[in-house]
């Protein structure tokens, strides 16, 4: 079952994902018990995915997204904007959404993606390792979601709710794991192919990716760069171009050569 939340108008989403099969409760800030309505959802151990469409404004969107993802950390939530203000996906992907999506877009890439996060919800993957460590720019090995001691894990959820805090460091990520520095990052290679900041940067840069593939530019470089969680635009640049093989200049312009207005 998906829960969207609409923000008082007509919903446009609701019939087209029932349309491919979607399960779907509707809750409308509208209501006069939508309060309650929300309080009892995320109180269920069985919700499974969260779409807030916005249609009047973005700000009730993102507050209501803040306020699932600390009472729900474990939900992913898909926050569909209103306008195509670059600043609200960087604040929406900052406040915790898995995927953004400006209108109008296509519904089937909406849909995809709820498909996606199903199956991995169905293979129990959720409770034992944040969505995003299987969602990321290289495959993760099998290790860290069978073999993957606790402590990895949890550091591995550390990271997925922290990624933009400048100030992450291996040190921070040794001691949520309770372990020294040395064996937590021999541990942590060994679990993910990758030490435990070149695993930071790759998240950080598909989050940049996810900013960059947007035709109107609003957002610079730099801005980009420190929403992500990197200190400067040198850092960011020299990060990006190791993970891509592109700059994020050059990215930007091929993601908007392949998708024009």
């Known amino acids: 079952m998906i829960t969207l ?3 008082g108008q007509v919903c446009t989403l609701r019939s087209t994902l029932c349309a491919a099969g979607q399960q779907i409760a509707l809750l409308d800030t509208a209501e006069g018990s939508f309060s309650h309505r929300l309080d009892m959802t995320l109180k269920d151990c069985a ?13 009730i969107g993102l507050e209501l997204l803040r306020v699932i993802k600390r009472r729900r950390p474990d939900v992913p939530v898909l926050f569909v904007c ?6 609200t996906v960087a604040e929406a992907l900052r406040s915790g959404a898995r ?4 209108k109008p877009f296509e519904v089937r890439e909406l849909n995809e993606r709820i498909k996606v996060l199903q ?7 959720e409770q034992r390792v944040p969505l995003r460590v299987l969602d990321t720019l290289q495959p993760i090995p099998a290790s860290v979601t069978t073999a993957a001691p606790e402590n990895i894990l ?10 933009t805090d400048r100030t992450l460091t291996a040190n921070r990520l040794a001691e949520k794991a309770g372990m020294s520095l040395y ?9 993910t192919a990758k030490s435990p900041m070149q695993y930071v940067s790759i998240m950080r840069v598909k989050k940049a ?3 960059l593939k947007n035709n109107s530019g609003n957002m610079n470089i730099c801005h980009i760069a420190t929403a992500v969680g990197f200190y400067d635009a040198s850092n960011f640049n020299r990060h990006f171009k190791k993970v891509t093989g592109l700059t994020p200049s050059a990215y930007r312009r091929s993601a908007n050569l392949s998708n024009p207005e």
């Open 5 to 7: 939340i609409a923000d």
């Open 47 to 59: 919700l499974e995915i969260v779409v807030i469409e916005c249609s009047i404004s973005d700000n």
């Open 82 to 87: 209103s306008s195509d203000s670059d600043r």
């Open 99 to 102: 995927d953004c999506f400006k």
């Open 119 to 125: 199956t991995l919800k169905s293979r129990q993957y």
């Open 154 to 163: 949890r550091a591995l959820h550390f990271i997925d709710h922290n990624l």
């Open 183 to 191: 064996h937590f990052c021999r541990t942590f290679k060994r679990c």
């Open 209 to 211: 990716k996810d900013l």
